[in-house]
């Protein structure tokens, strides 16, 4: 097979690409390294069959060249991070939608199975906290003067677009929400400036800096192991029942960020205390949050022999002692 993954630089890209690759298959990424990391390209070019194109998915041109050539595309490019979504609103709005329209108009055209990442963030401010969130449950994005949920709407455009493409000229498309997805490498490869937490705790502990938590700490979120996604993912791809649907893939590491700092100082052996720090310090105004983010697996686990194999310990316990390997260390945690 010959696959297109836009945003192969990123994290999760680069990882599904060196999957992909293992297995023989061709892989042409195409990425245009505003969040992706040259170095994750760098790493990939050992293999006989992969190819990347440094361009932008609103670039009709490179993503039809792109697309006329491959079997399958994964479509992951997307703007990211909650502080570029809050100060760089026009790129992240006509990435996610235009870009995305892009591909999945091009993808139509030239036959091609697509993949959409999408995110748990298109659930929006989330009613019944008490409960996991299904992929029928209504969704409820907060006022348009609060500018994270700018993000929340372009990836449910994105989402409406794909059934659309494939009610309408029959794509075979398959959609994706993501809950927070972690890894070793997220210590070394993703920038600390894109809101990710683990590598950022980790970071401030290894640093004895103190560990600023956001909000009040109270919030709960689930963490997935990229390996799990990559597996969710492909397999997904490969199962006629769930073209035209839309799959939580995620896991039931729950853990409320207060709770996770606390784990990262246990962890590290850091002596770091552990701040609170008020969301409109961060990221200015415009920004509201959720209490629980957290995935109902019911729909996956009916569709494809989906189990997550990471539990949270083991998610910390890696991307710590990766930590320790890219700094020079020979002293493992834990």
């Keep these: 097979m010959n696959y297109l993954i836009t945003g192969g630089a990123g994290f999760i890209g680069s990882h599904l690409a060196a999957y992909l690759l293992e297995q023989g298959h061709q892989v042409h990424i195409l990425d245009n390294l505003s969040t992706g990391d040259p170095e994750n390209i760098r790493k990939l070019t050992r293999y006989q069959h992969f190819r990347s194109t440094v361009a932008d998915i609103r670039d009709v041109e490179a993503v039809e060249q792109a697309i006329a050539r491959c079997d399958q595309v ?174 939580n893939v995620g896991s039931e590491n729950e853990v409320s960020i207060r709770d996770l700092a606390e784990k990262v100082k246990q962890i590290t052996g850091s002596s770091s205390q552990i701040q609170t720090i008020p969301f409109e310090q961060i990221y200015g105004s415009g920004f509201e949050d959720i209490g629980r983010r957290s995935p109902d697996l019911t729909k996956i686990k009916s569709t494809i022999p989906y189990k997550p194999q990471f539990d949270m310990d083991q998610i910390l316990q890696e991307a710590v002692n990766e930590y320790l390997r890219d700094k020079g260390s020979t002293k493992a945690a834990g």
């Design 74 to 247: 994964y479509h992951l490019a997307a703007s990211v991070g909650v502080k570029k979504v809050m100060e760089q609103g026009v790129e992240t709005l006509t990435t996610n939608v235009l870009g995305t329209e892009n591909v999945l108009r091009l993808a139509a055209h030239y036959r091609v199975k697509v993949f959409l990442a999408s995110s748990s963030e298109v659930y929006g401010k989330v009613q019944g906290e008490d409960s996991l969130l299904s992929e029928a449950d209504d969704c409820l994005i907060g006022a348009t003067s609060k500018k994270r949920w700018g993000y929340a709407c372009s990836k449910a455009m994105d989402e409406f677009l794909a059934k659309a493409y494939q009610e309408e000229q029959n794509l075979d498309v398959v959609i994706g929400r993501f809950f927070n997805v972690v890894g070793a490498v997220t210590s070394a490869n993703q920038k600390n400036d894109n809101g990710k937490v683990i590598p950022r705790f980790i970071d401030q502990a290894m640093k004895g800096e103190p560990i600023r938590v956001y909000g009040d700490g109270s919030q709960l979120r689930s963490f997935t192991h990229v390996t799990d996604v990559i597996q969710a993912v492909t397999a997904l791809m490969n199962v006629p029942e769930a073209v035209g649907e839309v799959f």
